[in-house]
């Protein structure tokens, strides 16, 4: 299966008040970032709070969410803290009909390398899909580094792609694309934070947050016209509240929620993530900035 390329914003998980899944909001969700051009969508991330919900509520998630894709591809987070419980969750999302699959390490920085080695060869055991290695040491607690997906993609035929949010991005982009070349698809995230690093490098694609899509659509079509005047331009109005919200996981889930419902896109910003549910300050400050760099 082809993997996932272009803008791909990872969408966040809607929950009622009382914290179950509200998937009339999440059909809303999926209908905006059709509607603002998104490539294709990645759900169940670790911005989609995917680690916070059991087997059968992601199983859930995914369904809503491939059914609303209207033919976009649709990449399915599968990160789990245990081995047993990332591949369960890859056989499912591949027998779903994901594009491809995306897992990122477990949480567990006791691991020695053989053993997150052990973890990510049984899932590409498992998966008949694209598997792509999110390296998010921010998020995880873990970082896999450069050279271990490097060796991960030379000896897993479907380790084909590779989400760089180990830091500096720029050294380690261009060290998978100098050793890999067009074997290992890159992508960026980090909110888009770096989207002209992410650009200049050459990278495939670029999973944002889901509030900020149609600005970075925008983005992402200027440079491939050739115009690096704008799409620098656009990026550095959006800086404020990249920035802002590249704090933490916490923030970057707590704000796209408290947008998305500023929007009336989503019916609640609750999150199941404590450190995504933002204080009125907090939340306020953020709405601030994002009309100032009209997002609202």
């Known amino acids: 299966m082809a993997g996932v390329s272009g803008i791909v914003p990872a969408i966040v998980t809607p929950f009622k008040e009382d914290e179950t899944i509200d998937h009339d909001s999440l059909r809303r969700i999926v209908a905006d970032q059709r509607a603002a051009g998104a490539d294709g969508l990645l759900t169940l991330g670790l911005a989609g709070e995917g680690i916070y919900l059991d087997l059968e509520e992601r199983a859930a998630v995914l369904d809503t969410v491939l059914a609303?894709?209207?033919?976009?591809?649709?990449?399915?987070?599968?990160?789990?803290?245990?081995?047993?419980?990332?591949?369960?969750?890859?056989?499912?999302?591949?027998?779903?009909?994901?594009?491809?699959?995306?897992v990122a390490p477990p949480r567990?920085?006791?691991?020695?390398?053989?053993?997150?080695?052990?973890?990510?060869q049984q899932i590409a055991a498992v998966s008949?899909?694209?598997?792509?290695?999110?390296?998010?040491?921010?998020?995880?607690?873990?970082?896999?580094?450069?050279?271990?997906?490097?060796?991960?993609?030379?000896?897993?035929?479907n380790v084909r792609s590779y989400?760089?949010?180990?830091?500096?991005y720029w050294t380690n982009a261009i060290r998978a694309r100098s050793v890999a070349g067009?074997?290992?698809?890159?992508?960026?995230?980090?909110?888009?934070?770096?989207?002209?690093?992410?650009?200049?490098?050459?990278?495939?694609?670029?999973?944002?947050?889901?509030?900020?899509?149609?600005?970075?659509?925008?983005?992402?079509?200027?440079?491939?016209?050739?115009?690096?005047?704008?799409?620098?331009?656009?990026?550095l109005r959006m800086l404020p509240f990249l920035v802002y919200q590249a704090q933490s996981l916490g923030v970057i889930v707590g704000g796209a929620?408290?947008?998305?419902?500023?929007?009336?896109?989503?019916?609640?910003?609750?999150a199941r993530l404590p450190a995504a549910r933002l204080d009125g300050a907090t939340r306020e400050r953020q709405l601030a900035i994002a009309r100032e760099c009209g997002l609202l």
């Open 163 to 168: 989400k760089v949010e180990a830091l500096p």
């Open 108 to 120: 567990r920085p006791d691991w020695t390398a053989e053993e997150f080695r052990d973890h990510f």
């Open 182 to 235: 067009d074997k290992l698809r890159v992508l960026g995230g980090h909110a888009g934070l770096y989207m002209l690093d992410v650009l200049d490098s050459g990278a495939d694609g670029l999973i944002p947050g889901c509030d900020v899509t149609r600005p970075l659509v925008s983005i992402w079509a200027a440079y491939k016209a050739g115009d690096r005047e704008r799409a620098l331009r656009e990026h």
């Open 257 to 270: 929620k408290a947008v998305l419902h500023t929007r009336g896109v989503i019916a609640s910003s609750t």
């Open 128 to 157: 008949t899909a694209d598997v792509m290695i999110q390296d998010a040491p921010f998020a995880t607690g873990v970082e896999l580094g450069v050279e271990f997906v490097l060796d991960l993609a030379a000896s897993y035929a």
């Open 68 to 102: 609303e894709a209207e033919g976009l591809p649709v990449l399915a987070g599968c990160t789990a803290d245990t081995t047993e419980d990332a591949c369960r969750l890859v056989a499912m999302a591949v027998a779903a009909g994901a594009a491809e699959v995306m």
